[in-house]
């Protein structure tokens, strides 16, 4: 089949390719941006990156556990983006200011 | 009464007053406090009598009463017990500390009367009698050790007795710390003899000393002894230590009498006479005694030559007198010594006493160029301290001539001896006789030169009874030891009492040669002349003509002004000794401790300090470089892992 | 179960005091209880065994087992003294402090009856674990005792000692945890009770620093050094003094400083003969320039209490020297002189807080002629003076006096300089007592709207328990050294091949059965 033979040519290595150009890209929102928001979308989209490389290993390998652990990590990453953007939103309530450099309070 | 009792009696019973007395310090009463403490030092020397009367009852060979109350350290090879002895040398000892002691007491009892702490001072006098019979009776050195200090601690108490006066304070201090000199060199001393013989107990070292000499220095017994007597000089005032007695004259004047006259500074030459065995097998040891007793005899009676106290002259005197005993120690006439000990402690006992009694009757006034004349005013304490004049500068009967005479004798005579020393001893009785004179002449003769308002009045009888007693010991106290040429030409021919008495306990020195009696006769023939003319020199220039003293003192000069500076010895050791110990105290306090230990510490402390700041700065608080470190951490990890 | 109730009593007395609900009888309450584990501690002493150097009483079980590590309570001749120390002068500081401490009652007293189990303890445990346990556990309380109780720099005195001493006995850990790999290696089993440490043979090189034995004796060594305080270390010592309150200044002197010495004798000399014989002359050394420094430091102090604080340093000094004579003389005078500065030292503290409750100054120059308005007062200080410049026929002398001994025999030239310790003491006490009670009335003495009262009947309860022991131990030592004498003979003369056993236990090793019998021995000797 075409599309099958389609598919058989992009092989694990695509898409772990593409998974490490994702994580990639939210690693350098996280370590840029200066946004919490943008933070906290681009720290879904390393996570998401790594579920897209799990999804691929599952599928390569045979094995469910990978899919397995991309619910666990779904469900981690809705927790994490609710409470997360419940503080964001209660500091811009207090502060208004959502960039992360104005919060230096951990400094030693 | 066994001897127990008697010994537990004749030691405790000062005590027994000390407590009573001690425990009611705040009353005023003299006639209760003195009677309290009289009572309990004439208990002491009836007791003290009772056994020597049984000591003289032995066979002349085991005259030794010793008695053991309980173990008090006893530690590998160290073992000291509580034991008191009698013997020979102690019981003459205990009979002049207790008799002159009660004596003394009497006479406080008049003295102290108007004072308010009177009660406090019979407690401390009680006590130092206390501690004098430990140190006297004591069966071994640490024992005499405890009466050694303890005497010391009383010193201090006394001398600084009117202690809100600054001056008698720091002179009680001084009297303490300068003994306390003494008293370490003497621990030292005991610490030598105890790794040498192992024992601390007097017979057993003096039976263990071996029979011939030592003639280095570094051998133990030489250090040893030379320990003790460094420990002599504090007690007994030698040089270089005697600098705190005349300080001691702060103290109450009968205080003086006793404790720094008659009983407390003899304990010195006391202990060397206990160890004259020892002290004899270690000739180098002997030959500084004689001569720091001699310089000592010399120097003290210059410094007496220009003294205006009349207490400070006598102190000067109890200085020079006790070079007398040191040189006699020295040149191995323990028993001369012993004997001089005895003379010196009712001659010097009455004078002080008298002196007292002087200063009683000026009001306060110690000073004896406001005296002069007062032969008339007190007629009984003149007649006695005449006899305790006569005494002290060596006028035939009386006591002082003896046992002077004889230890000028011996330090010519004896093979340990030499003429230089006799010569030391002659000079220092030219000026003693010198420097009394003038101070009778001064006090008792000529014109009276006090105020008129003064009215001297002679002192109650409670205290002229001890001058009385005294007088009668200073005038015949000396017959005890009458010299064999002399007892020759008496009618009976009575024998050297004191000789015989102390035959089985004093080492004589070895060699000793008969000599002829001419030798003798001429030699005290010269010093009673040398004195006699001195006195008479002494009594020209200050009775007949008084305006003498001072155009010779002016004509000295610079040469009067040392010697009535005292030489400078306390200002030499003030900027020698106290001030630089002093200063460098504090700036080892400042230098050391505050800036060099303290500031590394800091330093130390910084150092942590300063590491943690730095790692401080990679806390910023930037959540974003937070991440990056967790990148890099796991980068690094995973290189780590990959390319191991 | 003797052992463990007079250790552990004081712990449970501290937990009734926390939740007693009165705060005025908080007092009472504590003097009584101190008055009864000093009863204890006479039930101790009166089966206490004087005839033997084993350990008696030993409670011992298991706690770590995979470690070796047990709940290991013993008492021999040389911790008894320091235990009696411990449990004597605590009702006295209790009452000495009465009116001290005013606020915060119940956290005070609570400290001080943890502070005496750690005090205990440490003198009983004979694991080295629970040993070190208790050591930083005595830190903890006197800690808060200076920093919150304390006077005016109290912080920094409290943050100085507690680190100072932490310093030291982190490295004695370490040394404890190598030693107890140690007995893994050499006995088959970990164990880190004190006997078995006693059996390993470590090996010792001269003259090289780094190799086992001198490194672990130093570990020890320093810990303990630092505790003493000897000196170069001795500089947390006087901050810590006078910024304690008076109670806290008592305990420290009088028995914390004592754990230090008794750590010495316990620990380093026995675990590492040839090691404390080779370094021997650096101890003597720093002892007496201990000495002689502390004297002479103290002499020029103008605060009472600061005097007094170095005058420790100085008589610490003397105990150090004699401790490393290993002569008998030398040990049974630092063992007695322990006792003596509990003693003396301990109760010119608690007599200078009470000239401070009355005056609120320390400071020499401001006193003056007190001797003609306190006259109790005076006596009292003046045989405590006496005591602490050791006169004869008082306690010290006997200490300095062995430790003198002990020190010339075993080496004279040290005690020629230490000899000087004798004359300088005498010196900074009595030019201290002649400025504050001789001559002049002062200007806090003088002040007529405020006149000084002399002692209370409290105060002569506190006074006079110190005053009789000054003598007693004075004038009848074989009392106290007969007790000890049998331990004593044994660390001197085993002091190479040094064991212990637990009394009544048969399975004697071949080597310590021999120690028994030589110590048998000299004490038949005796």
Redesign the interface.
């Known amino acids: 089949m075409q599309n099958s033979e389609l598919i058989g040519e992009i092989g694990l290595t695509h898409y772990l390719i593409l998974s490490a150009l994702l994580f990639v890209a939210g690693m350098a929102g996280v370590l840029l941006r200066r946004n919490a928001i943008v933070i906290l979308m681009s720290v879904e989209l390393m996570l998401n990156a790594v579920n897209l490389s799990f999804v691929a290993f599952s599928h390569y390998l045979g094995q469910m556990d990978g899919q397995v652990m991309v619910f666990f990590v779904m469900t981690i990453a809705a927790a994490e983006v609710s409470v997360g953007l419940a503080i964001l939103v209660s500091i811009f309530k207090r502060y208004k200011e959502i960039n992360v450099r104005f919060f230096e309070h951990l400094k030693g | 009464m066994s001897q127990q009792t008697l010994m537990a009696i004749l030691i405790f019973a000062p005590l027994v007053g000390f407590f009573i007395n001690g425990f009611r ?2 009353k005023h009463s003299a006639e209760v406090a003195g009677t309290i403490a009289t009572g309990a030092a004439v208990i002491s020397f009836i007791s003290a009598l009772l056994m020597v009367i049984d000591l003289i009852g032995l066979p002349a060979e085991e005259r030794r009463i010793s008695v053991q109350f ?7 090879k ?1 073992k000291v017990v509580a034991g008191f002895t009698i013997d020979q040398i102690s019981a003459i000892m205990v009979l002049v500390v207790t008799g002159v002691g009660s004596l003394i007491h009497l006479f406080s009892i008049g003295y102290m009367h108007h004072d308010e702490g009177v009660a406090k001072y019979f407690a401390y006098l009680n006590l130092f009698l206390f501690n004098m019979l430990l140190l006297i009776l004591g069966d071994n050195l ?1 024992v005499m ?2 009466g050694w ?2 005497v010391g ?1 009383c010193s ?1 108490l006394l001398i ?1 007795f009117w ?4 001056q008698k ?2 002179a ?2 001084k009297a ?2 300068t003994n ?2 003494g ?3 003497f ?2 001393g ?3 003899l ?2 040498t013989f192992g024992t601390l107990n007097f017979q057993e070292i003096n039976h263990l000393v071996p029979l011939t000499s030592e003639l280095t220095w570094l051998a133990p017994i030489t250090m040893g002894t030379l320990f003790l007597f460094i420990g002599a000089t504090g007690k007994s005032a030698q040089i270089p230590l005697y600098v705190w007695l005349p300080d001691a004259m702060a103290g109450p004047t009968p205080v003086s009498a006793l404790i720094h006259a008659a009983t407390m500074v003899t304990a010195g030459v006391y202990m060397i006479v206990r160890l004259n065995p020892l002290f004899m097998a270690a000739p180098n040891t002997m030959m500084i005694i004689a001569t720091i007793g001699g310089l000592t005899a010399v120097m003290a009676a210059s410094i007496g030559l220009t003294q205006w106290d009349i207490k400070k002259v006598l102190a000067y005197s109890t200085v020079s007198q006790l070079g007398y005993m040191f040189l006699a120690c020295g040149v191995g006439a323990f028993g001369a010594a012993l004997f001089h000990l005895m003379t010196h402690a009712f001659f010097k006992a009455l004078m002080f006493l008298g002196s007292g009694s002087v200063i009683h009757a000026m009001h306060e006034e110690q000073d004896i160029r406001k005296m002069g004349g007062l032969k008339k005013y007190l007629p009984h304490t003149y007649l006695t301290f005449l006899i305790g004049w006569l005494a002290i500068i060596g006028v035939p009967p009386f006591a002082g001539f003896f046992s002077k005479d004889e230890i000028l004798w011996q330090a010519f005579h004896s093979p340990r001896g030499h003429w230089v020393f006799w010569a030391m001893g002659a000079l220092g009785a030219v000026m003693t006789a010198f420097y009394m004179t003038r101070l009778m002449a001064l006090t008792f003769w000529g014109e009276s030169r006090f105020s008129k308002k003064i009215h001297p009045h002679e002192s109650p009888m409670i205290m002229l009874i001890p001058l009385f007693v005294l007088a009668i010991l200073s005038a015949i106290g000396g017959w005890i030891g009458i010299p064999h040429v002399i007892s020759e030409i008496l009618p009976g021919q009575p024998g050297n009492f004191l000789e015989t008495w102390l035959e089985p306990m004093i080492k004589t020195v070895p060699g000793t040669e008969h000599a002829e009696p001419s030798l003798e006769w001429g030699l005290m023939g010269i010093s009673v002349m040398l004195a006699a003319i001195s006195a008479m020199t002494a009594y020209h220039f200050y009775v007949k003509d008084p305006s003498k003293p001072k155009k010779i003192a002016a004509s000295l000069g610079k040469l009067y002004d040392v010697v009535y500076n005292k030489y400078y010895v306390d200002e030499g050791y003030f900027c020698g000794i106290i001030n630089p ?2 200063r ?3 700036g ?2 400042f230098y ?2 505050v800036n060099f ?2 500031k590394t ?1 800091y330093v130390i ?1 910084d150092l942590v300090r300063g590491s943690g700041l730095f790692v ?1 700065g ?7 470089q937070y ?2 470190y967790i ?1 890099l951490g796991v980068v690094a990890t995973m290189t780590y892992v990959l390319m191991r | 179960m003797i052992l463990s109730a007079v250790t552990f009593l004081p712990l449970i007395f501290a937990l009734a005091l926390a939740f007693w609900p009165n705060e005025r009888t908080l007092r009472h309450l504590a003097l009584g209880f101190a008055v009864i584990e000093f009863l204890a501690s006479l039930a101790m002493l009166a089966q206490f065994d004087s005839s033997t150097a084993a350990l008696q009483m030993v409670e011992k079980f298991p706690w770590i087992e995979r470690f070796g590590i047990s709940y290991f309570l013993g008492l021999d001749g040389l911790s008894l003294w320091l235990v009696l120390l411990t449990t004597f002068i605590m009702p006295i500081v209790l009452l000495g402090a009465w009116n001290a401490i005013e606020n915060r009652v119940k956290g005070f007293l609570i400290s001080v009856f943890v502070l005496q189990t750690a005090m205990i303890g440490t003198f009983l445990a004979m694991d080295a674990i629970f040993f070190y346990l208790f050591w930083e556990l005595s830190l903890v309380p006197m800690y808060f005792m200076i920093g919150i109780w304390g006077g005016q720099r109290r912080i920094y005195a409290t943050v100085k000692f507690f680190i100072y001493t932490m310093f030291g006995s982190v490295l004695m850990l370490i040394a404890i945890i190598y030693l107890m790999f140690l007995t893994q290696e050499t006995l088959g089993t970990m164990s880190a009770s004190i006997l078995d440490f006693y059996k390993l043979k470590i090996p010792f090189v001269g003259g090289q620093f780094f190799t086992l034995q001198t490194l672990l004796f130093f570990a020890f060594a320093l810990a303990f050094a630092i505790k003493v305080p000897v000196f170069p270390f001795h500089t947390w010592l006087p901050d810590a003094h006078v910024e304690a309150p008076t109670p806290g200044s008592v305990i420290l002197a009088g028995v914390m400083l004592k754990m230090g010495t008794y750590g010495f004798m316990r620990w380093t000399i026995p675990l590492f003969p040839e090691a404390s014989e080779y370094w021997a002359w650096l101890f003597m050394t720093v002892g007496v320039v201990g000495i002689v420094y502390g004297a002479l430091v103290a002499m020029v102090q103008p605060d009472i209490k600061k005097l007094v604080a170095y005058s420790s340093v100085s008589h610490m000094g003397y105990i150090l020297l004699g401790l490393f004579t290993f002569n008998h003389f030398g040990m049974s005078g630092s063992l007695y002189q322990m006792l003596n500065h509990g003693v003396s030292t301990g109760a010119l503290f608690l007599l200078v807080g009470m000239i401070y409750e009355r005056t609120h100054s320390r400071e020499i120059s401001k006193y003056g002629g007190l001797a003609s308005v306190l006259p109790l007062f005076t006596i009292a200080f003046f045989v405590i003076t006496l005591s602490s410049i050791a006169v004869p026929m008082t306690n010290g002398f006997i200490g300095e006096f062995l430790i003198l001994l002990g020190s010339f025999k075993a080496e004279p030239a040290f005690a020629y300089v230490a000899v000087t310790g004798v004359i300088l003491g005498a010196v900074y006490m009595l030019w201290m007592f002649k400025r504050v009670f001789f001559g002049e009335k002062g200007e806090l003495v003088k002040d007529e709207h405020h006149p000084l009262h002399d002692l209370s009947l409290r105060e002569l309860c506190v006074l006079a328990p110190m005053v009789l022991m000054v003598f007693w131990m004075g004038l009848f030592p074989n009392q106290f050294l007969d007790l000890s004498k049998a331990s004593i003979d044994h660390l001197v003369n085993d002091r190479t091949n040094y064991q212990l056993v637990i009394k009544g236990q048969n399975d004697l090793g071949p080597e310590t059965k021999t120690a028994a019998i030589s110590t048998q021995k000299t004490g038949d000797a005796q």
């Open positions: 310090y705040k309980f173990d008090w350290i006893t530690i590998e160290l640490l050790f405890v200090e303890g601690l201090y600084g202690f809100t006066d600054k304070a720091t009680g201090m303490f710390i306390r000199v008293d370490a060199a621990l030292l005991m610490f030598v105890f790794l110990l002093v460098l105290s504090k080892i306090w050391i401790d230990i303290d510490t402390s401080r990679i806390q910023n608080g930037n959540i974003q991440a990056m990148g």
